[in-house]
């Protein structure tokens, strides 16, 4: 099916490179390669949302620490921008299942800190933090502590406090875990609007949620093992399948969950973990 939207592939924003880790000599990602390239849609800024999944255990809380820098993997690296540099906090940024904040901080007070770590003064600080609080309807909250906020409130300032102090590249982990119906639509709809920031914001999901997964994403990597010959698991993790949504006509719209392909692809999915 052709996309209603119109669309192209172009540079690499994103590549891992033959990526293995070792822990206690048993292999955990084994020669793991992935690409993300810029999607370009004329007329407007769009980044890229990928979808990290695989069953519990095949090494995605270890991949994700290899994709923000947080974890130098045994062989391999992961290359990120044009310019190929490599993963590091501060070039990319971490949005934690918990939104870790500094509670004895105003909002206003945690992002300027974040904007001071990427090397803005005082003023610029500010001003930049201001921006980004109305950006994402916070402004009202700016003089309040983490702990007088909701969980999605604290989740706007985390990722907000992240996009201040990275540079473009954000790795977010099971983002949707423990939302209701409604919870989850309103995280799908603020990662879409961080995504459609910048061209090149690039948001990788580590998640469990299929479902979730593919109503937020462009791309979705699948995580599994390899078999040799006689069905025996090969350790280490790869990707073994990218599914790309966009040319499946499943990306970017609002009433997603009800598209023609969206339920076949989260059945699709979540029958290929049992051999993954």
Partial sequence: MSSEFQFERTGVLLELQNVSVTRGGVPVLRDLNATVRD???????????????GPSGIGK?????????????DSGSVKVGAEGKPASPGLVGVVAQNYVLFEHRSVLGNLVIAAKQ???????????????????????????YPMQ????????????????????????DEPFSGLDVIQQENVQRLIQEVSQTHEHNTL???THDVS???????????????????????????IMEEIDLLERDLAWHPDIRTRPGY??????????????
């Fill in 212 to 238: 979730a997964a593919v109503a937020v994403c462009d791309t979705i990597w699948l995580m599994g093992r390899e078999r040799d010959a006689a069905g025996a698991v090969i350790p280490g993790a790869r």
């Fill in 61 to 73: 809380t270890t991949l994700f620490h290899v994709l923000a820098g947080l974890l130098k993997p």
């Fill in 263 to 276: 339920i076949e692809l989260v059945n699709e999915i979540k029958g290929k973990f049992a051999v993954l």
């Fill in 39 to 53: 999607v370009v849609r004329p007329g407007m800024s769009q980044g890229q949302v990928v979808g990290l999944l």
């Fill in 118 to 144: 990427a090397g803005m003064t005082g003023e610029q600080a500010r001003a930049a933090s201001l921006k980004y609080l109305e950006r994402f309807g916070l402004a009202a909250h700016a003089e309040k």
């Fill in 204 to 206: 990788i999901l580590v």
């Fill in 149 to 172: 906020l909701s969980g999605g409130q604290r989740q706007r300032v985390a990722i907000a406090q992240q996009l201040l102090c990275s540079e473009l590249y954000l790795v977010m």
